[in-house]
């Protein structure tokens, strides 16, 4: 009864509530005899958490401490967000110079790094996560020559059907 005994001097010197309902859960069901059904009743937890307090004390661990991790953080990671900069910086900077970010090549260039296969929405995921976001494309293509465009308009042929005026004259008044 070693346990009951270091659970009793947790229970006289807890400092939070959860160190309080740690002790509890371990002095309830062996000093009265109570079920973990009604020590989850009677320190407010639900019968899974009060076995997680037990079996944690049991283990040594102390509830509130700071010795636990808290559950958070990007738990199925690929890559460290430090690891996706360096792949994605000789992308995005292309992209920033007026270059085109293609999302099949980064893919590929991921999956090299990784070995294996990756979602195509995981690479969107990726690049939303870097600050990356899809623009609307210009008026007018990049290679586009405007010169061209306007002698050309000078130059084609009128009685064209798909031309202005001749559609114009087709129309009838009345």
Known sequence: MDQLESARQALARAQTVEQLRQAQAVVLPLEYGLSLEQTAQAIGRSLAWTCRLRNRFLAGEVAGDGQR????????????????????????????????????????????????????????????RHGW???????????????AQEAWKKNSPSNSPNSVQAGRSRRRSG
Not at 90 to 104: K, Q
Not at 133 to 147: E, F, G, T, V, Y
């Open 69 to 128: 991790a808290s559950r958070g953080g990007r738990r199925r990671q690929n890559m460290s967000l430090e690891q996706e900069r360096q792949v994605l910086a000789p992308f995005l900077d292309r992209a920033r110079t007026g270059g085109i970010l293609v999302v099949g090549q980064v893919k590929a260039e991921l999956e090299a790094q990784l070995g294996r296969p990756m979602a195509l929405s995981s690479v969107y995921n990726l690049l939303h």
């Open 133 to 147: 976001r899809k623009l609307a494309p210009d008026k007018r293509h990049p290679q586009s020559d405007p010169l």
